[in-house]
């Protein structure tokens, strides 16, 4: 999966991102044609990658993964918070029933919202992400790190098909893979699920309903800002993802 942010601005990421300032807003961008992303329930090779580790089995994983005092959180109800809302032909961001509901109309197309542009460092991130999605290989998840001079962050990405991936992506550069494969602990095409990332000690984890995945190692950004994201496959119309109880906390 190639994410350059190439910022092709749309209607919606003009408004949003304010010439690139870092204005909290919504981004969005074709897709790469090389994916990380699996596609037909399968895994593909990415541009290789450092320090992963595989998924322990479900006995050796702690019931909740660790995380400290509150930094962030959001249920949506009542839009305390100023995510990055807006529909185009390609996609929809917008708040729908005390909620944050992303579509994507377009194949192969990556858009991302973000409530601040407060930077974080050494994170727990958790968010409910409800599926609606008629493609089993839409990737959906957390970015955090991200960068506000270039765009680059770390990223977690579950699929319905049971595909997951921690990803570093480096502006105008091929993403670099820290971690990916299919899990028989993430849920095929389940209507809810429970995604966690830490982000910081030069440790990413992704965690699915209180289960540890996989952990990959990279330690090169330290602190930035959090967005949540969706991306489509091969079918359009396919994705449709509205996410909840968003919380950001100190990790432990």
Request: charged share 15%; hydrophobic share 35%.
């Amino acid at each position: 999966m190639k994410i350059q942010i190439k910022l092709a601005l749309t209607v919606l990421a003009i408004a949003a991102l304010a010439c690139g300032l870092g204005v909290p807003g919504i981004t969005t961008t074709e897709a790469a044609p090389t994916p990380i992303v699996p596609g037909g329930g399968g895994s593909t090779g990415g541009s290789g990658g450092t320090g992963a580790t595989e998924a322990p089995n479900p006995t050796d994983v702690p019931a909740n993964p660790p995380s400290g005092r509150s930094l962030f959180d959001d249920d949506f109800r009542g839009r305390d918070t100023n995510w990055g809302v807006g529909t185009d032909t390609d996609s929809s961001v917008e708040y729908v029933n005390d909620a944050l509901q992303f579509k994507v109309f377009t194949q192969n197309f990556f858009v991302w919202s973000q409530p601040t542009d407060e930077e974080f460092t050494n994170v727990h991130i958790e968010v409910t992400a409800n599926n609606a999605s008629t493609d089993s290989n839409v990737a959906f998840g957390i970015m955090c790190a991200q960068q506000f001079m270039d765009d680059s962050f770390y990223y977690v990405y579950i699929t319905p098909a049971g595909d997951y991936g921690i990803v570093k992506s480096i502006f105008v550069e091929d993403d670099v893979e820290l971690a990916s494969g299919f899990s028989d602990l993430i849920p095929q095409n389940a209507s809810s699920y429970r995604i966690g990332a830490d982000c910081g000690n030069g440790v990413i984890t992704l965690y699915v309903n209180g289960q540890q995945i996989a952990t990959g190692s990279d330690a090169e950004y330290t602190t930035g800002r959090f967005a949540l994201f969706v991306w489509s496959d091969e079918v359009a119309n396919g994705a449709d993802i509205t996410y909840d109880d968003f919380v950001v906390t100190e990790m432990k």
